[in-house]
């Protein structure tokens, strides 16, 4: 497993970008595949994006298409989550997951290490 540590949540205004940061301990970052998720207030975490440990392959959730880009560097043992267009329904906690093998994944149960979250505010 691996320690993963985000960054970069704040708050920001309607229309505002954030970029969120998750660094990953250890040596074999590029064997894992990374997600995004996140959890608003009283609801359950919810997915966000995935890219493979190649960077080839990526998924979003249908709310975020076209405002999200996931990408990583495998050198710097970070995943990023540029986020545009903020709108206020993006406030949450957002949660860096990391997991192995071969597919691509959605769903929680295939990430076996989580950061702590970071917060993000969209403010109207």
């Known amino acids: 497993q691996v320690q993963l540590v985000e960054s970069g949540g704040g708050l920001v205004q309607a229309g505002g970008s954030l970029r969120l940061s998750c660094v990953a301990s250890?040596?074999?970052?590029?064997?894992?595949?990374m997600g995004w998720f996140r959890q608003a207030p009283g609801k359950e975490r919810e997915f966000v994006a995935f890219i493979s440990w190649s960077g080839i392959s990526t998924l979003y959730v249908d709310s975020v298409k076209g405002r999200f880009t996931i990408s990583r560097d495998n050198a710097k043992n970070t995943v990023y989550l540029q986020m545009n267009s903020l709108k206020p329904e993006d406030t949450a906690v957002y949660y860096c997951a990391a997991g192995q093998g071969s597919y691509i994944a959605n769903t929680e149960s295939r990430f076996g290490s989580w950061g702590q979250g970071t917060q993000v505010t969209v403010s109207s």
């Open positions: 250890g040596r074999t970052f590029s064997s894992y595949y």
